[in-house]
């Protein structure tokens, strides 16, 4: 069984179709015993974030934390922790703006960028920016959450 928190910090009240994206998410990268949080925050929240852990003084959209990444933590072979999402609740509605779709898709798609962060994904080269886009497109357009 799979856990995970959104924590809204009253950023943003109406995603509760993220549990239903989250879950199908898990189901398709056939993720069992899997713990993770999803964190909204603010844009001076995620630019301290950004700036603290990635050394880039600048808001952005999404971040993650994928605790798998660190070989220095000790793991339940039991459970996976899976890690941290940060999402900017407000860099996420000035995007669905600016690439004219809806708030629920571009919500949708930084979380499940996150979370494919968290399962190792990632887009460092062409090749595997080709592959976790794809991914995500085909894991939104599964849920029905178009462009």
Do not use: W
């Not at 886009?133 to 178009?146: H, S, W, Y």
Request: aromatic share 12%; hydrophobic share 35%.
């Amino acid at each position: 069984m799979n856990e995970y928190t959104i924590i809204d910090n009253n950023l943003y009240t109406n995603y509760t179709y993220l549990y239903d994206v989250l879950d199908y998410t898990l189901e398709h990268e056939k993720v069992k015993n899997a713990i993770f949080s999803v964190i909204f925050v603010d844009e001076d929240q995620i630019q301290e974030i950004n700036r603290e852990y990635r050394h880039i003084d600048r808001v952005t959209d999404v971040i993650s934390f994928a605790f798998e990444d660190n070989e220095d933590m000790v793991y339940n072979e039991q459970c996976r922790v899976l890690g941290d999402i940060y999402v900017c609740i407000p860099k996420m509605i000035s995007q669905a703006k600016e690439y004219a779709h809806s708030e629920e898709r571009e919500l949708s798609f930084l979380c499940v960028h996150g979370l494919l962060h968290l399962l190792g994904y990632d887009h460092m080269n062409k090749e595997e920016e080709k592959v976790m886009f794809a991914l995500q497109e085909l894991i939104l357009d599964a849920k029905n959450i178009t462009r």
